[in-house]
């Protein structure tokens, strides 16, 4: 299966945008269904929106330009369905002390243009990553690093354009040294941003986002924009998960509906996420092609704290509009019992996940009252919820909105954007009026990428802008432990303190509810629910 792919940011409610669906075509003959099938023979498609950004590794944090750049690249490591470290163009990633790592690649790797995937490959890519003139978007994943101060000082030009923590050994080893002890830095190495660069990257770094040269399992073709992109499958692959399929259709659908209404007719082999008024009936319709299944992934309300209603917001207030939710009947309901209610901010499929043992996750609209009141109040009695209306998350906003409403006399209300890239650009450029819905994916199968990534001060990720320095310096003392049962162990206290500060409200953990028609088999799922889309196959 495809690792750490994830690229975070989940654009779909129902099903999860990274949810694992398969393929369409539910009604008819297999016959039928083959004979529908659209694209290249023996190629697959796949619903899959437009990526917020280009191309390029370090510059995705979403699923939609997630599932592309996993299939063009192929970074050190990857994780087995039960989140355990599978090598993939590494041949070993080992280290001593927690510091000082050294990496030795397997050999015989190229590029799809050619040229030798090295050790310099990956050591020249990461500080181009990491370098704050080059703005990308997961330069924050590199500041473990010895140096990454240096390339991306918190003001001014950078002192250097490499990190000193940064060696190449020889062609296939390097060693990368880190400032403090990292003992969960493998596992970090499983995120595809990650993933090396050819030579050809820096002639032209934007043009290349728009035709990529990676080193996957799957080779560029095309980008018709906001309707496809298509990739063929790489002959000369070495990784262990070479393609079982001639090549990938990712193709752009306004609505959940209309994706599904494909793959019933079976113009779609595979969708990721099933939406709210087919749920009902989408087993029924796709029959054994239906999937159902958990994975590492939790929806959240995250305050914008940087606006007028929640700027040094009362954690109490935040506490009673948690508990105002009634997660149990919106999940059996609404989201048709495709969704488990959160008790932590962790899902269930990583290392350090733990029960709370806190109401504030329960619905209780009395104590909810008491406490909003206690902290202030919400400024103006009314607050909105940011989400992105291709993703079939209007029921559910509407329904905690109402719960909220109903249970607090606070007023809610639902704010769409039109599509997910246009929901990211708003929380990306602090344009959030209120909340927003955060779907997080695991990256890593480590409490610590629910937590860190979210929830520090510089963690690119952390769009609510949530800043405190005692959970910084709680995470400081995570990541220099001395081992990663510590490490876990010391983000778990982390956690706790979080609940006291509330930089968001978990709502519930994620299940894939998606699907394939008749005309492809062997569609399965990794544990961040990505499809594995190099082992689908055509009838």
Not at 506 to 517: A, E, S
Request: charged share 25%; proline share 5%; hydrophobic share 30%.
């Amino acid at each position: 299966m495809r690792g750490a792919k994830s690229a975070k940011w989940v654009a779909g409610a129902i099903a999860v945008a990274l949810a694992a669906t398969a393929c369409g075509g539910g009604s008819g003959s297999d016959d039928e269904g083959q004979k529908k099938r659209s694209g290249p023979e023996g190629y697959v498609s796949i619903d899959v929106g437009e990526p917020q950004k280009p191309l390029i590794p370090a510059d995705t944090n979403e699923t939609n330009g997630s599932y592309v750049i996993q299939s063009l690249f192929t970074q050190l490591l990857d994780f087995d369905s039960k989140g355990e470290i599978v090598y993939t163009n590494a041949e070993s990633v080992e280290t001593e002390d927690s510091k000082t790592w050294t990496i030795k690649l397997k050999s015989g790797w190229k590029f799809h243009n050619g040229e030798d995937v090295t050790a310099k490959s990956y050591v020249d890519a990461w500080n181009w990553y990491a370098n704050i003139k080059n703005n990308q978007q997961n330069s924050f994943w590199f500041s473990d690093i010895k140096g990454y101060d240096d390339v991306h000082p918190e003001k001014g030009e950078p002192k250097a354009d490499a990190m000193s923590g940064l060696k190449v050994v020889d062609d296939t080893t390097f060693t990368v040294e880190l400032k403090e002890r990292v003992p969960y830095f493998n596992y970090k190495l499983g995120y595809s941003t990650f993933a090396p660069l050819p030579k050809v990257f820096y002639d032209d770094p934007k043009a290349f986002g728009q035709k990529p040269v990676g080193n996957g399992p799957y080779v560029f073709e095309k980008w018709d924009h906001k309707k496809l992109i298509q990739v063929k499958a790489n002959k000369d692959y070495k990784g262990p998960n070479k393609a079982k399929n001639e090549g990938i259709q990712f193709k752009n659908y306004s609505t959940l509906e209309a994706a599904y209404r494909d793959v019933v007719s079976g113009n779609l082999d595979m969708i990721r996420q099933v939406g709210p008024t087919d749920l009902p009936k989408y087993k029924q319709d796709l029959g054994d092609g239906a999937i159902e299944q958990p994975y590492a992934a939790i929806q959240t309300l995250v305050p914008a704290f940087y606006t007028k209603t929640f700027k040094d917001i009362d954690p109490k207030v935040l506490q009673g509009l948690s508990m105002a939710i009634d997660r149990d009947t919106i999940t059996k309901t609404v989201l048709n019992n495709t969704r488990t209610p959160a008790i932590s901010f962790t899902p269930p499929q990583v290392k350090g996940h733990q029960d709370l043992g806190t109401d504030v996750f329960t619905y209780n609209p009395e104590k909810a009252k008491k406490l909003i009141k206690e902290g202030g109040g919400v400024p103006g009695n009314k607050f909105s919820i940011q989400y992105n209306s291709d993703g079939g998350h209007k029921e559910w906003v509407t329904a905690v909105c109402e719960s909220i409403r109903k249970a607090t006399g606070v007023d809610c209300v639902g704010d769409a954007k039109p599509d997910f890239p246009t929901d990211l650009e708003a929380r990306d450029n602090n344009q959030v009026k209120g909340m927003y819905r955060g779907g997080w994916v695991a990256d890593y199968p480590v409490n610590v990428n629910f937590i860190k990534e979210l929830y520090h001060t510089n963690a690119e990720s952390n769009n609510g802008r949530f800043s405190d320095k005692e959970i910084d310096g709680l995470m400081a003392k995570g990541d220099n432990a001395e081992s990663l049962e510590e490490a876990v162990k010391t983000y778990q206290e982390v956690e706790k303190k979080l609940l006291e500060k509330m930089p968001a409200i978990p709502l519930w953990y994620y299940r894939i509810n998606g699907g394939h028609g008749k005309g492809v088999e062997n569609v399965n799922v990794d544990f961040h629910g990505d499809l594995e889309l190099t082992e689908v196959t055509v009838k």
